[in-house]
């Protein structure tokens, strides 16, 4: 079972329409987790890093907040843009198991004019 | 544009073949991770160089090394390739040895595909 589960899978909205994606995580301790946008053949690009302290942290229209009681982190995106089409992918940074970042494996958003 | 650059942009080759894949980070950062991107898996992290010594290991094959240069570029060498090391790999530098709370910021990537 992935320590770091995304739903949905994948998503389609309309431009202008905000949107929420899940990121549900086992890892324990973490350190921190983050949020990167890869659009399609690119390299991932970060968008938030938090740390287990706190709960949410905002970027431009994004917008994550992390629960550590829960294990839970969503990343809400306002006034959605065509070029936020991307995949959003949620790493949990957590040293103490080894392979430090941990990755989901993205929710693929797509933005429809 | 992140700054780390890396090349190939693409590489063919068949299997049991060895290929070198080349990241230069970003002016100044002394960190060097390289990740696989699978199709159907997310990034896996394999290995990691801090100022040119090895700092940490993922799940990183045996048949795959790396190195790290004075010069702070570093090459991962991919030898007896299999179909299955058909992939993304990326490259990302970031200021600190540590892991955590730092930027990394990611190249490009080069696409290898396996035939």
């Known amino acids: 079972k992935n320590q770091v589960e995304q739903s949905p899978q994948s998503l389609i909205i309309l431009e202008g329409k905000n949107c929420t994606l899940q990121?549900?995580?086992?890892?324990?301790?973490?350190?921190?987790l983050r949020w990167y946008k890869q659009d399609t053949g690119r390299g991932p690009v970060s968008l938030t890093i938090?740390?287990?302290?706190?709960n949410t942290k905002s970027n431009g229209r994004y917008t994550a907040t992390l629960d550590a009681d829960t294990k839970q982190s969503s990343l809400h995106i306002t006034a959605s843009q065509l070029s936020d089409s991307a995949s959003y992918i949620c790493?949990?940074?957590?040293?103490?198991?080894?392979?430090?970042?941990?990755f989901g494996k993205g929710t693929t958003l797509s933005v429809s004019s | 544009d992140s700054g780390v650059t890396q090349t190939p942009k693409h590489l063919i080759t068949a299997t049991g073949q060895r290929v070198t894949l080349r990241c230069s980070p970003r002016?100044?950062?002394?960190?060097v991770y390289w990740y696989q991107q699978s199709l159907d898996q997310g990034l896996q992290f394999l290995i990691q160089y801090y100022n040119g010594e090895e700092r940490a290991k993922g799940n990183i094959l045996e048949r795959f090394s790396a190195q790290q240069f004075p010069d702070l570029h570093s090459e991962l060498n991919l030898s007896s390739l299999e179909l299955g090391d058909s992939a993304l790999y990326f490259c990302a530098s970031s200021a600190a040895g540590s892991r955590e709370g730092y930027e990394q910021y990611f190249g490009p990537g080069t696409r290898l595909t396996v035939t």
């Open positions: 790493v949990v940074s957590a040293p103490q198991a080894g392979t430090a970042l941990i």
């Open positions: 938090m740390t287990f302290s706190e």
């Open positions: 990121c549900n995580y086992t890892v324990s301790p973490f350190s921190n």
């Open positions: 002016s100044g950062d002394l960190s």
